[in-house]
């Protein structure tokens, strides 16, 4: 099995995403590639041996070959002919925009690839939190309340403070702010519509219980262990994105087990079918015994391969049972048969 590891992107977590793709460099075991996208998405095939962040801060990476994107894969421009870098499977580690949205996933499934990561529906759910939300309450989940805030249409806010201000679709903790009076509201929401023309406003709950799982199907659903996350007040940018490269083992959340339980169940309803073909990762919060959604992960940082036992399995399992594009066959029978109306 050969992985062509696919990061970088233009996102606002396009830096996130490099250093999803340099923790996986030492966490795969089998045998890998690197293709970078850049800020103007191109694409570069990257020797391992680079794979270090100054590579990519110096701009060192455009003396790495171009590549490009055609049916059945990434090619490479060669004397007399172009060549196609060999790989089995494709693992979408793009962080937001082009990875979560959609993009790349739709260039893979045009161009006949397959590849690890959320397929297009997924994608549009997951990528917009209020679409996240609609879809767990259509699943008889429940989720925190909410409102959703416009740029160009500021409106009072239904909550009391405290609330925690985030853009409506990024992850990473980017753009988050908690709001604790009026003074701090109007900062708070220019720096999230920086991001985003609209925001996505909830009440801060003090000591509200977080849990993390990951996980994905491959034939039976495979887990994760359940993590409890310290925090101070939530999962900010440097919590969220920089632990998982550090070497330190996460340890397993001391939970009931009717609680890990549900926990897995939500999962299931959330994962099954739409993210078929990915490795996702759902935040959910407890507050007096019920489970909420927060968020849906469905690129987690270095694809959660902290909370893995045994990542590597995981990852085989799921190359061996990703979802492939049902072939539609075109027979143009029926404009034959108009056109042979037409001609009597």
Known sequence: MVYAIIFGGSSYEHEISIVSAIVLKEKIKEKKIFIFIDENRNFYLIDEKDMKAKYFSSKNYKNSPILHLKKGGFYQKALLKEKRVDF?????????????????????????????????????????KHFTKMYAEELGI???????????????????????????????????????????????????????????????????????????????????????????????????????SRSEKVEAA????????????????????????????CDFFVKNGDIYLNEINPIPGSLANYLFEDFNTVLNRLSSNLVKEKKIKIDYNYIHSIHGMKNK
């Open 88 to 128: 089995d499977v494709a693992i979408n580690l793009v962080h937001g925009r082009d990875g979560e949205d959609g993009k790349l996933a739709s260039l893979f499934d045009f161009f006949e690839i397959d590849y690890i990561g959320p397929r297009i529906e997924a994608s549009v759910i997951s990528y917009n």
């Open 254 to 281: 001391k939970i009931q087990d009717d609680l890990e339980k549900r926990l897995k169940e939500a999962f299931i309803k959330i994962y099954d079918p739409i993210f078929s073909g990915a490795l996702i990762r």
């Open 142 to 244: 429940k989720v925190i309340d909410y409102q959703i805030i416009n740029k160009d249409n500021i409106v009072p806010l239904k909550f009391e403070y405290p609330v925690i201000i985030k853009p409506l679709r990024l992850g990473s903790s980017i753009g988050v702010s908690i709001v604790r009076d009026d003074d701090e509201l109007s900062y708070a929401l220019d720096v999230a519509f920086e991001f985003d023309d609209e925001v996505i406003v909830e009440p801060f709950i003090e000591g509200i219980k977080e849990y993390n799982l990951a996980g994905c199907k491959a034939g039976s659903f495979i887990f994760s262990i359940v993590e409890e996350p310290k925090k101070s007040e939530f999962l900010d940018f440097e919590k969220k994105y920089l632990d998982f």
